[in-house]
């Protein structure tokens, strides 16, 4: 239907004029009539008003019927509106009262440490850590960090108690039972060295030099010619039943838990305790770990460790895969990480100086933050505007007030008809 595309003042204009085509055909018929003429004043005074309403309402927006002159009023001063929509903006919706105000009404704090309470929160947190690790560690020198971190290792050695390190390695040997296993690979070696015939020969000669520096006298060598012819004395057997003891007896160290290796490692730890009281031992174990504090490759060890650590690093394309492939760095990264979390959100709720302080910040950090987006939405908004066309500027601007526009046309009418009434009944009483 024709009236489905036009809106009520458009429609209350066509009546306007359709009641003035009515009144004229009556004025016409009844040239004498007091009512004819009464209506036909009221309806052109209805027609006239509802026009000219229409004309000044769509001039804001375009020329009506191409009239030229100060029509068009929102295109031709889109500069003009753009400003103030930058000033109203800015000075009513985002000034300094109110953002200062609604800040104010803000508890930070609470919701600070609420957000910071929760387990994403954490464990964003920690991964953040872990990135931060990883970048950190690549951002490095190597040969610098390495020449760094064995000074500082050496520093520590020499540090520590000599006597203090030998009696913690022994605690360790003892508790983790390397003691044994030592013991063990000891007595393997020693047992392969025995076994051989260089050393049976060598235990045969050595009892062959005892016999003559023992038998030196007449009578002492008549009595051992004697042995000899009866074959009571034989080196050789002797020297191999000799070598089979010494076996035996590696055999028995080097077995686990056995009494041999128990009664050995027992003398060990007493022998090493007595030796902790003498004031020499204490002087030869600091001499030895000044020794080898200087003697021992730290910076090349550490430089090596840091190259694969790196390498695994490069390797991975993020700090999760990167932590994965050094299980033991990832776990001590994230106890510590973890426990200073922990630490810094007790003292966070405990310190109340420094609850202010952070309070105080947060608050300066969002009205900064809140001060500078009032001069930025002032850009947004002049950007936006500017890259719209005279239509969609028309259309943003009478979308948002259409039904008030309407009004004021079919106002024009309604306020045009009474005037009309009005000022016929004052013609008819003059």
Request: net charge negative; glycine share 4%; hydrophobic share 45%.
């Amino acid at each position: 239907m024709i009236w489905s595309g036009w809106n009520k003042a458009d429609k209350t204009l066509m009546f306007a004029a359709a009641v003035f085509l009515l009144s004229l055909c009556l004025h016409l018929s009844y040239p004498d009539r007091v009512v004819a003429d009464g209506f036909l004043f009221v309806s052109e005074a209805a027609l006239v008003g509802g026009i000219a309403d229409w004309f000044a309402v769509t001039a804001l927006f375009r020329k009506p019927l191409g009239f030229p002159y100060h029509t068009a009023i929102l295109p031709n001063r889109r500069k003009e509106f753009v400003k103030a929509s930058v000033t109203m903006v800015q000075k009513e919706f985002f000034s300094r009262r109110k953002i200062f105000r609604h800040l104010g009404q803000l508890h930070l704090m609470p919701m600070l440490m609420e957000w910071l309470d929760q387990k994403e929160t954490k464990e964003q947190m920690l991964r953040r850590l872990l990135q931060y690790t990883r970048d950190l560690l690549l951002q490095q020198d190597r040969g610098q960090q390495a020449k760094f971190l064995s000074e500082q290792l050496r520093h520590a050695l020499r540090e520590a108690p000599a006597l203090s390190m030998l009696q913690a390695c022994g605690a360790w040997m003892k508790a983790s039972g390397r003691d044994k296993d030592i013991l063990e690979r000891l007595a393997a070696a020693a047992h392969a060295y025995a076994e051989r015939p260089e050393i049976r020969k060598s235990l045969q000669s050595m009892l062959e030099a005892y016999e003559e520096e023992k038998v030196k006298s007449p009578m002492g060598m008549l009595m051992a010619g004697f042995a000899q012819a009866l074959d009571l004395v034989n080196y050789e057997e002797a020297a191999a039943l000799m070598q089979r003891q010494i076996l035996s007896m590696l055999d028995s160290l080097g077995t686990r838990d056995s009494e041999l290796q128990s009664e050995i490692l027992q003398l060990f730890y007493e022998k090493t305790e007595e030796l902790g009281q003498s004031q020499e031992f204490r002087k030869l174990a600091g001499n030895l770990r000044d020794a080898l504090v200087e003697e021992l490759p730290l910076e090349e060890a550490v430089s090596r460790a840091l190259e694969h650590m790196q390498a695994d690093f490069l390797g991975a394309e993020d700090a999760e895969k990167t932590m994965k492939n050094l299980p033991v760095v990832r776990l001590r990264l994230l106890e510590v990480f973890t426990s200073e979390y922990h630490r810094a959100l007790k003292l966070l709720q405990a310190d109340e100086t420094l609850r202010k302080s952070v309070e105080h910040f947060l608050y300066d950090l969002l009205a900064r933050s809140a001060l500078h987006a009032q001069s930025l939405v002032g850009v947004v908004v002049t950007n936006v505007l500017d890259r719209l066309t005279d239509d969609q500027l028309n259309h943003l601007v009478y979308d948002k007030v259409e039904p008030d526009l309407l009004w004021i046309r079919m106002n024009g009418s309604i306020v045009g008809s009474g005037i009309g009434l009005v000022l016929f009944l004052c013609l008819q009483i003059v």
